[in-house]
């Protein structure tokens, strides 16, 4: 077995082993799921009831923000993952196997997945009840969920690095927050990021959320030619652009969380 | 017979805390070595850099005749290593968590499987096979770990403390299980805090402290070296101290030490219950009244009071504390 067919292998096992435990402590399935409804339900009446989107409705450009910020926030399991496993002294069993020192992230990234496919659906369902509508194609729909679990993917391994890093559950929930809300806030997941002041303007145009939304809204048909987008590049392109930063994202992060697991010792 | 485990001048610093000091040691195939010594003595950094979890500063290592740095990937398939804290998966079943270690050895999916099961049969977890591991014992959860780094039949096996935190029932039937296991021929090496279990079961003792080895020998010699057995005991009257130390000379092996506030007197004798009848016989022939007399076997604080002179502290952090702090 060569590097690669080793990493595959072993990652199948891990994820094999994540997703048994998703089976078996459902109510974390079921409150992950709980949260985005919950943020459909919030935003949609609260700031929905006051904001008003120019040629379209508040909820169907809404939607798109809150499927980004859902499968952001799913990321965060797969350092919350790591950081038990840590916890636990697992990570050490695995560390004194001769696996592929990937497999763990592998697994662990790829079974955190399901997790967010779950969700998508949920949100989905719900988002067609408070009025929201795919207006395009089924193809590109389905492009526009793939775009959002291919980008939230990548985000998984960022995580990765932090949960390595942090390697407490509280302090990694706190640091999560101090990642996860700038990031999709400075963005333009739920307001028109055209309106913001200059520094906070460029920064929500090169956000990758940002593209990441503007990708989904296109690829769902929430848009509109009377709604202002910025003239920044990502968001003149988002599809290209949330691919070069998906592709970006993975060259950096994988192999730094790697080396991160490698160094990492249990307790 | 050639030897499972060379290690030589390893060290290993975490800031300027050093865990390791040349730390050295040789283990011959089919032996059981012992590490013995309190938290913070390096017990621990010592197992994970020999099972290539760790990297030494410098110094050198080999397991199985494999480099634990520059072959580390090729040894791992020839160690079995269970922890300090039990490492196995809650969410599972004791036969998957032993299934997917198998998978991860790439030993197949159903040798895999067989496996698992004659290892839970072994340890007598027949019967929880199917069960979720959260549902386990303590007791339970180690022999589980255990039967883990046993999985593929290592070479070499390396137990970090593997009964601390038992009941003495769990720790007796873990004893059981790890001497049935070393009569097979697996060469072990086993990290204690308790005196006892590397009495039991190791061939060969080294007492560890600050990172070093301070003392190596088996059992007996480290026992002799310590002084072994002594009778302790306590006089009604003060007057009588010096009069018990006459009356006794004659059963000492060692020095007789005599503590007149506490009014202890600390006899090391050879046949500890023949002499500590005789003792107490020669006392009442004396008319010396005793208040308290007791026979006491070495501990690790005699080891550790007779070979550093200091007492084995209870370190403010151990080892594996501060390889979590450091390796930050």
């Known amino acids: 077995m060569n590097a690669v067919q080793m990493a595959a292998v072993d990652g199948i096992t891990i994820a094999k082993r994540n997703v048994i435990k998703i089976k078996r402590v459902p109510d974390l399935l079921v409150f992950t799921v709980m949260s985005p409804i919950m943020f459909v339900l919030l935003f949609a009446f609260v700031f929905g009831s006051v904001i008003d989107m120019p040629g379209i409705s508040y909820r169907e450009f809404l939607i798109a923000g809150i499927f980004t910020q859902t499968v952001i926030f799913g990321g965060t399991w797969t350092g919350l993952g790591l950081v038990e496993d840590l916890q636990k002294g697992i990570i050490d069993r695995f560390r004194s196997l001769p696996m592929s020192p990937a497999a763990v992230l592998i697994g662990r990234t790829t079974s955190d997945i399901i997790i967010n496919v779950v969700s998508l659906v949920v949100m989905s369902l719900t988002g067609l009840l408070v009025g929201w509508r795919i207006r395009t194609s089924f193809p590109e729909a389905l492009a526009g969920f793939a775009l959002l679990l291919l980008f939230a993917y990548a985000f998984s391994w960022v995580m990765a690095v932090v949960g390595l890093w942090i390697r407490t559950p509280e302090v990694y929930n706190n640091a999560t927050f101090m990642v996860i809300f700038p990031l999709t806030f400075i963005a333009n997941t739920f307001v028109d990021s055209s309106r913001f002041p200059t520094v906070l303007r460029v920064i929500a145009d090169w956000n990758p959320v940002s593209a990441l939304t503007q990708a989904a809204r296109e690829l769902f048909g929430n848009t509109n030619p009377a709604m202002v987008v910025s003239d920044a590049w990502p968001m003149q392109n988002p599809i290209v652009a949330t691919l070069l930063w998906t592709a970006l994202i993975l060259i950096v992060f994988v192999p730094f969380s790697i080396h991160r697991y490698q160094k990492a010792v249990s307790r | ?324 702090e450091f390796s930050r």
């Open chain 2, 1 to 324: 017979m050639a030897d499972a485990i060379v290690a030589e001048g390893l060290v290993k610093r975490y800031g300027n805390v050093t865990a390791l000091d040349g730390m050295g040691l040789t283990v011959p195939e089919g032996t059981v070595f012992g590490l013995l010594g309190p938290n913070g003595a390096g017990k621990t950094t010592m197992v994970r850099v020999l099972t290539t979890l760790l990297k030494p500063d410098s110094g050198k290592a080999r397991v199985a005749g494999f480099d634990v740095v520059d072959d580390a990937r090729e040894l791992r398939a020839h160690i079995g290593a269970s922890g300090q804290y039990a490492a196995v998966d809650e969410y599972l079943t004791g036969a998957e968590n032993l299934e997917m270690v198998g998978r991860l050895y790439h030993l197949g999916t159903k040798p895999s499987k067989e496996r698992a099961r004659e290892l839970l049969d072994k340890f007598d977890l027949a019967d929880a096979a199917d069960r979720v591991v959260k549902g386990y014992s303590g007791g339970m959860r180690r022999r589980l770990d255990l039967a883990g780094a046993l999985v593929a039949n290592p070479r070499v096996l390396f137990l970090d403390e593997p009964t601390t935190g038992l009941d003495p029932r769990a720790r007796i039937g873990l004893w059981d299980v790890i001497e049935e296991l070393v009569a097979g021929g697996t060469t072990l090496l086993l990290t204690t805090q308790y005196m006892e279990e590397a009495d039991r079961l190791a061939d060969k003792i080294a007492v560890v402290d600050h990172g070093k080895v301070i003392a190596l020998g088996t059992a007996d010699e480290l026992k002799d070296q310590i002084g072994g057995e002594r009778i302790e005991l306590t006089v009604n009257d003060p007057a009588d101290l010096e009069r018990a130390r006459s009356a006794l000379t004659s059963f000492a092996v060692g020095e007789i030490h005599v503590d007149a506030n506490a009014r202890h007197v600390t006899v090391p004798v050879a046949d500890g219950s023949v002499a500590l009848v005789e003792a107490l016989g020669r006392l009442n022939l004396e008319g010396i009244k005793v208040r308290d007399v007791g026979l006491r076997r070495p501990t690790l604080d005699d080891v550790f009071l007779s070979l550093t002179g200091h007492e084995a502290e209870a370190a403010t952090a151990d080892d594996s504390d501060l390889a979590k």
